[in-house]
């Protein structure tokens, strides 16, 4: 099992960046995907998550309006929309699958929101 994100970066408040997690090793468009993020001195924390076919999606309440999760299961890969910014969204962000009852996670990607 292989994730791999990418796509995090620099950016002012208010702006916006895209984050993609390419999926390998398992059947991708069977399972439910995640994201999650850390920032420096806090606990690693949910933010959005997708159903298999992308029917469903969740957002932590933080991120509601603000992000949005979606996938391209011809891809094998897990986007994450985020636009308007605040400098307290500054993280590592990963991507996480659970598959038989153990979570893999990918090494993260860091964004930074600063002026």
């Known amino acids: 099992v292989q994730l791999v994100e990418s796509g995090g970066g620099l950016v002012q408040p208010g702006g916006s960046l895209r984050l993609s997690c390419a999926a390998s090793?398992?059947?991708?468009?069977?399972?439910?995907m995640s994201w999650y993020r850390q920032a420096p001195g806090k606990e690693r924390e949910l933010v959005a998550g997708i159903t298999s076919a992308g029917g469903n999606t969740n957002y932590a309440d933080s991120m509601k309006g603000r992000f949005t999760i979606s996938r391209d299961n011809a891809k094998n890969t897990v986007y994450l929309q985020m636009d308007s910014l605040k400098p307290e969204d500054t993280a590592v962000y990963y991507c996480r699958v659970t598959l038989w009852g153990m979570a893999y996670w990918g090494k993260g990607t860091l964004v930074t929101v600063s002026s």
């Open positions: 090793g398992f059947t991708f468009s069977g399972y439910y």
